[in-house]
């Protein structure tokens, strides 16, 4: 079975299951767990901010962010389609009680115009704004990189009317292989990004901020019962899913070329179009009338196990786990597939 759902379902290499075995210790509610501060420093340095933090996950990190930017009653301008937003069960409402803004995007890149309107309105009878949030890469519109350059533009509104930028980087990694930009914390307030998700660690997301916000963070994660002792394990295994990152690159290819295979192949009239976006993920949109559930139950006959991104869009999502010598078989099966749909 090719697992295509997400690059959640990777399995940690042997690589960094033993690297948990070597692991320095100690109590990192101490803040004394050596393999736990390295790796802090070592993402504060390589995206340009001045301190890190362990978390379990990327909501946690994401929620930590809007509790310590936020007061409750405030708004988030953030894209209608982001993660933090739709995917995080609530927890905004939930735990800071905050609003979210619907601002206009293209493919999670803001449109900045559109951000100073809402700012400007705010003013008047509406929710203080305190925050804006996007996502990079941008899953809703296909894995899809916001640039490094719009978000230099966004930051100096931001900036200007002294609101907060979080960027929620759960693949962030996607996007800094292509565009080889790294100082994100000359830029934004706070970021997180996923060990869990293209590095195919098992477990864990890195929070980054300033000094004092990182402190402030420390704060909130013991709050919502994320507080560690000999979390090295974890983290020797998360440092060790970093060193491997430009191999994200071999997920791209691996997408490209299923999609080229499917541009050129498939031809089903009940599939309204096939977006790529560059990095690791291919959207099948449906037509309207069309039931997607119908095609992903022929693609699992077929050894293809994919998922639903919205109501008609099937989500292809390549990582370490797909080999390169298996994507003309799954080409093969995607378009056999389709034809029967």
């Not at 033993?18 to 995206?47: K, Q």
Request: charged share 25%.
């Amino acid at each position: 079975m090719y697992d295509l759902r997400s690059d959640t379902v990777t399995k940690p290499s042997k690589e960094v299951l033993e690297s948990a075995l070597h692991a320095e210790l100690g109590d990192d509610e101490y803040i004394e767990d050596p393999t736990v501060n390295n790796l802090e420093d070592e993402c504060a340095n390589l995206l340009g901010f001045e301190k890190g933090l362990f978390v379990s996950s990327g909501l946690m990190g994401n929620q930590i962010s809007l509790l310590i930017h936020n007061d409750p009653g405030t708004e988030v301008i953030t894209p209608f389609d982001s993660h933090i937003k739709n995917y995080e069960h609530g927890a905004a409402a939930f735990l800071s009680r905050v609003q979210f803004r619907d601002a206009e995007h293209v493919d999670g890149q803001l449109n900045l115009d559109n951000v100073e309107k809402l700012i400007l309105k705010s003013k008047v009878h509406k929710p203080i704004i305190k925050t804006v949030s996007i996502e990079n890469t941008h899953l809703a519109s296909g894995g899809s990189i916001v640039s490094f350059d719009s978000i230099k533009s966004l930051s100096k509104i931001v900036r200007k009317h002294d609101l907060k930028l979080h960027i929620d980087g759960a693949r962030i990694w996607h996007a800094i292989q292509e565009d080889k930009n790294m100082n994100y914390g000359h830029y934004c307030d706070s970021l997180t990004f996923c060990f869990s998700k293209a590095l195919g660690a098992p477990i864990g997301s890195m929070l980054l901020g300033s000094e004092e916000f990182i402190r402030e963070a420390r704060e909130f994660r013991k709050k919502l019962g994320g507080g560690m002792r000999q979390v090295g394990v974890i983290a020797s295994m998360a440092r060790t899913a970093l060193q491997s990152r430009e191999s994200i690159l071999e997920d791209h290819a691996k997408a490209r070329k299923v999609y080229d295979c499917l541009i050129a192949n498939l031809n089903n009239e009940k599939i309204e179009s096939i977006v790529y976006k560059g990095t690791n993920m291919i959207f099948l949109n449906i037509k309207n009338d069309e039931d997607p559930n119908k095609l992903l139950n022929i693609f699992y006959n077929e050894s293809i196990n994919a998922g639903l991104i919205g109501e008609k869009s099937i989500r292809l999502v390549f990582h370490k786990d797909i080999v390169h010598t298996d994507i003309d078989k799954i080409c093969d099966k995607l378009v056999h597939s389709s034809s029967k749909f």
